[in-house]
């Protein structure tokens, strides 16, 4: 295969990031020197081939983990704070290569620039949230009921913090994970999607690079690469305290019977079926932006991707119309030109997918609205290219209950009060993402209590997606109830002690329970 246009674009990225990708257009399923079988990265924009990466066998993986537990030896040792500064460290790497690596991102997973930069961001921003961390990790003192003693809550690390991640976040979740698990004393390792392998070779070179300049063991990072055999060598293994999973729901719960019949933890952030309510009083130009960026922003790829709008009957036609129109404006193609704002799934196999949704939402009485189709031609070669399609359908559809990872956005009504919208909201069976649009205080308000969104994420006048890492981020039912990135997820990356000691010299027991000798 001739280099592409894109591919050359890529080639100075790869190049600062240290990655040299060879022989565009060659090797598929034979073996590397040391038998492990090679996985191609293909890139969604152009169908180049980039490179090919070494899956990890099962005898690797054990030397991994071996590497992975002699650091932990070393690394639990060093004052958390410290470990902060090898992070602060790390996170100036990933300002200096902020572009290449975003570029990588966009061109690797197809999301576009400015995403794959805000991505980069992210774990910018994550590494600076776990550097004051690293100064924070505070347990609680109690006073104890028996005279002269003290008691209170440490947290020690796990150990080894085990990291699956999806294709659509190649590199912020690792992070999301990884800056908070390194300054809490633990060894990550990171199997990133068999999607996206180069972006996790990326990331493990500048992490390699900041352990071995602090004279630190590189095992505090390890990487594997791989499917999803090379994930359950984790997820079956006692080594691995904590598994920490990102993917679809259906892979969640096959990690979760695995870890679970071990009586490890797991932290799941699985798959979304997200809605935005919009009520009589929404503001009209807020809410047209917010559902066509929720929906159409990485071509529908994001687990907080806009799937569903929930709107009310009075406002129902021009709410429609309005979207109607914005569609018709959206420019699709290569992700890395800036003037696109919708690039391509994944694989060939989403575009399957999506194209089945649009079928079966026809089948179950729903009317397509925007056609999709997918695009043929000059810069739609890799095949990849889906437009976006918005379809008027019930919430009961079984299409609809399921999340399909592509632009396809279901407009349905409801009448009376929020209270119809809610029940219609929270009436799947995934709980990541929600929003309302109104500019009334009852309703919204209402949305966000005890009898509202029953989502790990609630918003009022902003869409479904682009969450602040600052804020704890994860959802309920089959999204698996994780919590990652800010607030106080840190504390899943540790075990608690509680310890109380006695400086008397009685031995007076709790409850007041008398035992004389
Ligand atoms: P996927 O489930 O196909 O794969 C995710 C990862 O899990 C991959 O690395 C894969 O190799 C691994 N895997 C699959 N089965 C496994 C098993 N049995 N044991 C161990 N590892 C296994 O998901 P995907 O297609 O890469 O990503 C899209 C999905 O991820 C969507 O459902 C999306 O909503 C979800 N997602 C959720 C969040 C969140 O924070 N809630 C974030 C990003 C993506």
């Known amino acids: 295969m001739a280099e592409t246009q894109a591919y050359t674009a890529i080639s100075e990225a790869l190049k600062a990031l240290g990655i040299e990708a060879q022989n565009p ?30 899956q990890t066998t099962p005898q690797e993986y054990e030397q991994v983990v071996q590497t992975a537990q002699e650091a932990f030896k070393v690394w639990r040792l060093m004052p958390a704070p410290q470990r902060g500064e090898v992070v602060r460290q790390f996170n100036e790497e990933l300002r200096r290569l902020k572009e290449p690596l975003g570029k990588l991102v966009s ?5 576009s620039y400015q995403e794959g930069l805000g991505e980069v961001q992210e774990m910018i921003d994550i590494c600076d949230f776990a550097v004051g961390l690293s100064r924070q990790l505070h347990g609680l ?23 699956i991640s999806a294709f659509n976040f190649p590199v912020a979740v690792w992070s999301w994970n990884t800056a908070l698990a390194w300054v809490c004393g633990d060894v990550c390792i990171w199997k990133p999607s068999e999607k996206t392998p180069l972006t996790g070779i990326a990331c493990q070179k500048i992490a390699a690079r900041v352990f071995a300049k602090n004279k630190l063991p590189e095992g505090i990072s390890c990487l594997i690469n791989g499917d999803y055999k090379v994930g359950e060598l984790m997820t079956q293994d006692e080594r691995v305290p904590l ?17 679970g019949a071990r009586l490890g933890k797991s932290l799941l952030e699985l798959g979304g079926n997200n809605a935005i309510i919009v009520t009589p009083d929404s503001d009209l130009k807020m809410t ?28 129902y036609d021009k709410v429609k119309n309005a979207l109607v129109d914005a569609y018709g404006q959206l420019r699709i193609g290569n992700p890395l030109d800036e003037k696109n704002h919708v690039g391509p799934l994944i694989d060939t196999d989403a575009v399957k997918n999506y194209q089945k949704a649009l079928e079966k939402v026809v089948e179950e009485g729903g009317k397509l609205i925007v056609e999709g189709g997918v695009l043929e031609g000059e810069g739609y070669e890799s095949g990849c290219y889906v437009k976006p399609a918005i379809a008027e359908a019930e919430n009961h559809f079984e299409i609809v209950q399921h999340e399909t990872f592509a632009p396809v956005l279901y407009l349905m009504k ?19 993402s929600s929003a309302i649009m109104t500019n009334n205080l009852r309703e919204a308000e209402r949305f966000l209590s005890v009898a509202g969104s029953d989502c790990g994420i609630a918003n009022v006048n902003i869409g479904t997606s682009g969450a602040e890492i600052g804020g704890a981020f994860g959802g309920e039912k089959e999204t698996g109830g994780g919590r990652e990135s800010g607030s106080d997820a840190w504390k899943v990356y540790m075990r608690r002690q509680t310890n109380t000691i006695n400086y008397t010299t009685e031995l007076p027991l709790a409850q007041g329970i008398k035992f004389d000798l």
Do not use: W
């Open 141 to 163: 003192t109690m006073h104890s009921e028996r005279p002269g003693h003290r008691m209170y809550e440490q947290y020690h690390p796990l150990g080894i913090v085990g990291i």
């Open 414 to 432: 409801y009448s009376g009060d929020v209270d119809n919208a809610i029940a219609l909201q929270n009436g799947v069976r995934q709980g990541l």
């Open 25 to 54: 257009g060659t090797s598929t399923g034979s073996k590397s020197m040391n038998g492990g079988s090679l996985l191609d990265s293909v890139s969604p924009v152009d169908g180049s081939h980039i490179a090919s990466v070494t």
């Open 107 to 111: 061109y690797e997973m197809g999301k």
């Open 243 to 259: 598994i920490s999973a990102t993917g679809s729901t259906r892979m969640g719960k096959q990690v979760a019977q695995t870890v």
């Open 288 to 315: 047209v932006i917010g559902a066509v960026f929720g929906a159409v922003g990485t071509a529908g790829q994001r687990c907080t991707s806009t799937r569903r709008l929930i709107i009310h009957e009075s406002i």
